[in-house]
């Protein structure tokens, strides 16, 4: 099927909506608390033993906080957004792992639903509404 210049404009304003909407979830829901206590860094870090990598988890923890804010606030703007996305995505399967050990009601349902997000963006990039666009013109 060939979409017409309407329906690409409206896919467009979708991936717009879809990026917005996630990110602004991501970082209030995820990133904020994180990024902003240190504290936490190392037993989020930790998580990551569940790949065997059992060095340094208080710069993982940093790493998980950073990408769930900042890389977060790059595919609100479309910027970089596939590499963002996949360091995103790469932290929420980690994240899985521990929720599917650990379950806590709905958490890792809901970090399942945000690593197909991300692995969409990856796929799909930033869509005509965005800064990765008009870095391409």
Not at 3 to 21: E, P, Q
Not at 30 to 41: A, F, V
Not at 90 to 103: A, M
Request: proline residues 4%; glycine residues 10%.
């Amino acid at each position: 099927m060939i979409l017409t210049d309407a329906s690409n404009r409206w896919n467009n304003t979708a991936l717009l909506m879809l990026r917005l909407g996630f990110a602004f979830a991501m970082i209030y829901y995820h990133g904020w608390m994180k990024i902003t206590h240190p504290e936490w860094w190392e037993g989020i870090g930790g998580a990551i033993g569940n790949l065997g990598i059992t060095f340094a988890p208080k710069f993982w923890g940093f790493m998980q906080a950073f990408a769930e804010t900042g890389c977060s606030a790059l595919i609100a703007i479309g910027l970089f957004t596939r590499p963002a996305a996949l360091i995103l995505a790469f932290g929420l399967f980690v994240g899985t792992l521990v929720h599917l050990k650990t379950p806590e009601p709905n958490d890792e349902a809901n970090i399942l639903k945000a690593l197909i997000v991300a692995i969409f963006f990856v796929i799909a990039g930033a869509g005509r509404y965005s800064v990765d666009a008009r870095l391409r013109k």
